[in-house]
């Protein structure tokens, strides 16, 4: 008795300060990470635009004269050298200043009037996404090995390999043209465009503007015209939700704890509803980052395809009329966004699993 009581013992918080400590170490890394990611993203944009020369000559050569061609170049700068010319550059993101388009329009106003349609349609690419694949991964789970498992599987590939603009028309042709029971193109129709215009303090996200008025037939409008372009982006991630979601949720279904409640007579499906769900969402999480990634890759070709007037679609314009800065502003902004994306989901994932900070 005498020696189990002279027995030291662990202060009990010790296990419990040095998580802390480790998480926010892991924290700090993350974040200081973002920094050489944003600085070599932005550094290849600037690089890769200036391949085919200044961008006042890419845009405007072959319409003002050599005079007039001399006097744009000079007025911008573009005949500084690049190292200037790239240290300004880097000065005015820095700032937030992204440049302005060869019309002479700020890129921010075009980054601020545009940004929210993308970022609406990215988040209901994210909802069809989470929708087919967490449940359908779910299932193949549960009918693992079998014809269905085999079908879902296939589902999965042609989701993910599909190019986004294919399928975009696909939709269109079936439930615009044949059926005719949704809109083709546009974020609103021209009226209820006309009615989120006159929205006081409208913040570009038409779902929100459209539900700040209270309307239901201009929310259905809004709605209407989002379904078969978040369907069409949301499959791409869909497809990646559901195998990662069926791998790990067969690898949970073999582990010790699971076996124990199948030894007790719970079925399979309840163990895959109950058991081996919430473990399975932890890879996912941690790969949101990078589908937020391919949605906004993918939101190019969605909104050129359904004309949804986001950044995706004002891209595809400035690469038609060569307004290379504007492209440089937008793609910068959007290495931005993913940059922080990723860090933000890795901290979440931080948070719901330890393991990830060792």
């Not at 044949?178 to 996200?205: C, K, M, N, Y």
């Not at 076996?259 to 719970?266: E, P």
């Amino acid at each position: 008795m005498a020696l189990a009581a002279e027995t030291p013992t662990a202060p009990p918080t010790k296990t419990t300060t040095r998580g802390g400590t480790t998480l926010w170490r892991y924290v700090l890394i993350r974040f200081l990470l973002i920094f050489p990611t944003i600085f070599i993203l932005v550094t290849t944009v600037f690089l890769m635009m200036r391949v085919t020369g200044d961008p006042i000559t890419a845009a405007l050569g072959g319409q003002l004269t050599p005079a007039q061609l001399a006097e744009r170049i000079e007025a911008a700068g573009y005949n500084r050298p690049l190292i200037v010319q790239y240290a300004e550059y880097l000065g005015g993101i820095a700032t937030g200043d992204f440049g302005t388009t060869i019309d002479g329009q700020p890129v921010t106003e075009v980054l601020v009037r545009y940004g929210g349609a993308t970022l609406e349609l990215a988040i209901y690419a994210l909802l069809v996404a989470f929708a087919v694949g967490i449940p359908l991964g779910m299932l193949a789970a549960w009918l693992r090995d079998t014809w269905g498992d085999a079908a879902l599987r296939v589902f999965a590939i042609l989701c993910y390999a599909t190019p986004v603009f294919f399928a975009g028309l696909l939709l269109k042709l079936v439930f615009s043209v044949w059926l005719g029971i949704l809109p083709s193109s546009g974020r609103a129709s021209p009226r209820a465009e006309l009615q989120l215009g006159r929205v006081e303090g409208a913040t570009g996200i038409y779902t929100i503007d459209a539900l700040r008025t209270g309307n239901p037939a201009l929310i259905a409008d809004v709605l209407q015209h989002a379904i078969l372009p978040g369907i069409a982006l949301g499959l791409l991630t869909a497809g990646v939700f559901l195998r990662l979601v069926r791998t790990n949720v067969i690898g949970t279904l073999a582990t010790p704890y699971v076996d124990a409640a199948r030894s007790r007579g719970v079925s399979e499906f309840r163990l895959v509803r109950t058991h081996a769900y919430r473990p399975a969402l932890i890879p996912i999480i941690t790969v949101i980052g990078l589908q937020i990634a391919m949605l906004l890759g993918g939101a190019v070709l969605t909104e050129t395809t359904f004309e949804w007037m986001g950044l995706g679609y004002q891209l595809s314009e400035f690469l038609k009329a060569r307004d290379f800065v504007a492209v440089q502003g937008i793609v910068a902004l959007l290495a931005v966004i993913v940059a922080l994306t990723n860090f933000i989901v890795d901290i979440i994932a931080a948070f719901i699993d330890p393991r990830v900070r060792y």
